[in-house]
């Protein structure tokens, strides 16, 4: 299967630990982003990669949230000092340069903070 | 900043009917894209179809169509000939026609239930 992936698809933390998420994308597709879906709401933006550059970041993604693409290939999404408010689903697209900037969606990191 | 409204958050239709989805959105852009997307239970999200602003046609994709309305800004999904696999959360999503990429900006999404 040469979709995007996620790892992992659950992650169960408490309050105050760490956790990282890290998404492959499609191997031909240079532009990676990042969004967060809560319960029964649609998906909103969090970050955006061209290669390994960060080209944009949402006001949602505060100083507890980074992103990294170090290589323009995987990227990593680290929550530190974890909160309850962070219990959401995280989403990770991936596309090409051209066309119609099609973006395809990996299955997502359910995260649940107790 | 773009704004993207689904005023109808659940729907049901029996297999086999026609059944449509509301969606309108706030831009002052004039050149974009509007996607409808769907996420099945426990399954990931992928892409039905899409319209860009500066085509008049609406587009089609086999079963499902769309009336793109520019002035308006609506743009509503019909699904035809209803199948139980189309039971999903549909979200409608824009995104401004920019070179450099950008992101989607996605309204809250229609829980559509297919009735056999």
């Known amino acids: 299967d040469t979709g995007v992936s996620q790892d992992p698809r659950h992650k169960i933390t408490k309050r105050g630990q760490n956790v990282t998420f890290r998404c492959d994308p499609i191997?031909?597709?240079?532009?990676l982003y990042w969004y967060r879906q809560t319960l029964g709401q649609g998906p909103e933006f969090l970050t955006y990669?061209?290669?390994?550059?960060?080209?944009?970041k949402s006001r949602l993604l505060s100083d507890r949230f980074s992103a990294e693409r170090p290589k323009g290939s995987f990227s990593t999404l680290e929550i530190q000092r974890t909160e309850q408010g962070d219990s959401a689903m995280y989403l990770c697209?991936?596309?090409?340069?051209?066309?119609?900037?099609?973006?395809?969606f990996g299955p997502g990191t359910r995260l649940t903070v107790t | 900043a773009q704004t993207v409204t689904q005023s109808q958050p659940e729907m049901s239709v029996q297999e086999a009917e026609t059944v449509t989805l509301s969606c309108t959105y706030d831009?002052?852009?004039?050149?974009?894209?509007l996607f409808w997307y769907k996420q099945p239970p426990s399954r990931q999200m992928i892409l039905v179809i899409r319209?860009?602003?500066?085509?008049?046609q609406n587009a089609t994709e086999n079963r499902f169509s769309v009336n793109f309305q520019k002035a308006a800004k609506s743009f509503s999904l019909k699904i035809s000939d209803s199948q139980l696999g189309d039971t999903a959360m549909y979200f409608c999503?824009?995104?401004?026609?920019?070179?450099?990429?950008?992101?989607?900006?996605f309204g809250g999404g229609t829980r559509l239930m297919v009735k056999p």
């Open positions: 697209a991936s596309s090409w340069t051209s066309g119609s900037q099609e973006q395809y």
């Open positions: 191997s031909e597709h240079n532009r």
């Open positions: 990669f061209q290669n390994e550059a960060q080209l944009e």
């Open positions: 831009t002052s852009e004039s050149n974009y894209y």
């Open positions: 319209q860009e602003a500066y085509k008049q």
């Open positions: 999503a824009f995104m401004k026609h920019d070179i450099g990429g950008n992101m989607l900006t």
